[in-house]
Each structure stands twice: as C-alpha cells, then as structure tokens.
C-alpha cells in the first residue's frame, strides 16, 4: 500500500556485527558505526542485539546465530557494523531463509574489497532482503514518529547523518 513505511520499528531490531578477528575495520570506522547504530536505535526504542568476537564465531560456527536473533523477538532485523564479505552476508542470507524482513545499513557496513560490494549486496537483494543508508532508517523512522521530543532528535540523528 503506498504511504506504507517499509521499516516498522515496533517490530524491528538491530544486529549489530563486530568481529575482532582480522581483517578489521579501523577502530574509528568501527566505533563511529557502533555510535550510529546506537543513537538510532535508543532515540526510536529499537532493541540492539550485539554479537562481537569469540561469541560471534562461536554463534557462526554452530550455527546458532538465529536463535540468539530470535530472543530479540522481532521479525525485522537491521544489520549494521560488521564485514559485508562474512559475518553481515553470512547473517542476513540465513535470516532471509528463515522468514525475517532483512535490511542492511550499507553506510553502517564496510568492506575490505570495495569493487565487490555489489556482489554481496546483489545476493543480499536477490534474496529479498532490502539494502539501504542510515539516512533511509531515519527517515522511515521519523516518518512514524508522533512523540515532538523523539521527532526532534531523530531530526537531530537526519541532520548529522546528511552531512
């Protein structure tokens, strides 16, 4: 239906990636990701569900990644912060499989091969999974607002992420 938002944040939660093993982003890179993700998702009261290092690897190898995402209780999953060539990828297609709306902050991602980004994000999509920008999220979140003072600091968040 038109004017209906593609991101509902009374369903939506936020995965937020961070592997310690190499390769890695630089830790400004990741810190400043880690921040975005963080503000969006206290100012729209989204829940964060942060899977780092030995957890992550831990989680990845036995699979066991969608039932620490399941405890979220949330259909709709936002992917921030992690490598787009492993554990974001790896994470997003498996969601997909299991019938969660999937979208990934590209902007909130990095990636060691930037040429091969549209690849990754290629399967992501084909997948009917949704790539889009911080800019995106705050926008689909704003749209739904009604509270002045949440309306004003998603505003504040828009702002910062234009420039």
């Known amino acids: 239906m038109a004017g209906e938002p593609l991101l509902r944040r009374n369903v939506a939660g936020f995965v937020f990636v961070e592997d310690n093993e190499p390769p890695q982003a630089p830790k400004n890179l990741r810190n400043s990701y880690e921040a975005a993700t963080l503000a ?5 009261d989204i829940p964060v569900l942060q899977l780092r290092g030995a957890d992550l690897r831990k989680l990845l190898a036995e699979e066991a990644v969608l ?42 991602v990095w990636t060691v091969e930037p ?44 702002t910062g992420a234009a420039g």
Do not use: M, Y
């Open 40 to 44: 969006i998702a206290n100012t729209a």
């Open 67 to 108: 039932s620490r995402i399941a405890e979220l209780k949330r259909r709709v999953l936002l992917l921030a912060g992690g490598l787009l060539e492993g554990a974001v990828t790896q994470i997003a297609l498996s969601a997909l499989v299991e019938g969660f709306d999937v979208f990934v902050a590209a902007d909130l």
């Open 115 to 158: 040429g091969r980004e549209p690849l990754f994000f290629d399967r992501i999509t084909h997948s009917c999974g949704h790539v889009l920008t911080r800019r995106q999220v705050l926008l689909e979140l704003l749209a739904q607002e009604k509270d002045v003072e949440k309306r004003e600091r998603l505003q504040a968040l828009l």
